[in-house]
């Protein structure tokens, strides 16, 4: 078991470009979930997957983010046309339908300049 | 709504207690425990589910008073390895999955 892991896990980006971020869940958990944290705080959650279905959105996602699970193993985190309070670290968990434990990835610290 | 953390940081010395506390306005169905380090990921501590049990592990143990909506997480004899930032992750009643809603987090830092 290799745990979760997210890629990059760092990112330095322009206002107004793109970018995307991928999180690949252990193996056998077909729950997942994305958060954002700001420093000092703990993390909010921003999305849900089971397994390919995205069942759930904060209304903290705007429009310019969007996540995709294709085939209900790895996931991707888009945000468009970023923004300087985009600046935060993401984290992706996930967790299987038998516990309830999440575990979570490294994240991926993205600044925007 | 954002559970309440208390304390919001703690300093000890090696082999002291402390005790950290958490508390919802709402009815919750289960309270995640996590601890993290400057940099780190969240590490999972303990879950504890509605019905008030207590639950632990060496020397880190949790309750859930389900009639308060509180959790507690008590810390025994404390190591240097248990500084970090402790957050609890609540989950609220028939949300259908565990969406997560963190505390404001409790800075503990040990001292030797």
């Known amino acids: 078991d290799t745990g979760v892991s997210q890629d990059p896990r760092h990112k330095i980006t322009k206002r107004g470009q793109n970018v995307t971020f991928r999180c690949d869940p252990i193996?056998?958990?077909?729950?997942l979930y994305w958060y954002r944290q700001t420093l000092g705080q703990g993390p909010e959650f921003l999305t849900y997957f089971q397994n390919e279905a995205q069942l759930e959105k904060s209304r903290l996602l705007s429009d310019r983010f969007s996540a995709e699970r294709p085939k209900g193993s790895f996931s991707t985190l888009e945000i468009q046309r970023t923004e300087q309070g985009d600046s935060a670290m993401y984290l992706c968990?996930?967790?299987?339908?038998?516990?309830?434990?999440?575990?979570f990835g490294p994240g991926t610290r993205l600044t925007v300049t | 709504q954002q559970p309440v953390q208390s304390p919001q940081a703690v300093i000890l010395r090696e082999g002291e207690d402390a005790v950290i506390n958490c508390s919802s306005s709402k009815a919750l169905y289960s309270v995640h425990w996590y601890r993290q380090k400057h940099g780190e990921a969240p590490i999972f501590l303990m879950i504890?589910?509605?019905?008030?049990e207590q639950k632990g592990h060496d020397k880190i143990s949790a309750s859930f008073n389900e009639k308060k909506q509180q959790s507690s997480l008590y810390l025994t004899a404390s190591q240097l390895s248990y500084s970090g930032t402790y957050f609890c992750g609540t989950e609220g009643m028939n949300t259908g999955f565990q969406k997560l809603v963190f505390g404001t987090g409790t800075r503990l830092l040990v001292s030797p």
């Open positions: 193996s056998e958990h077909n729950r």
């Open positions: 504890l589910l509605k019905g008030g």
């Open positions: 968990a996930s967790s299987s339908m038998d516990t309830y434990e999440q575990y």
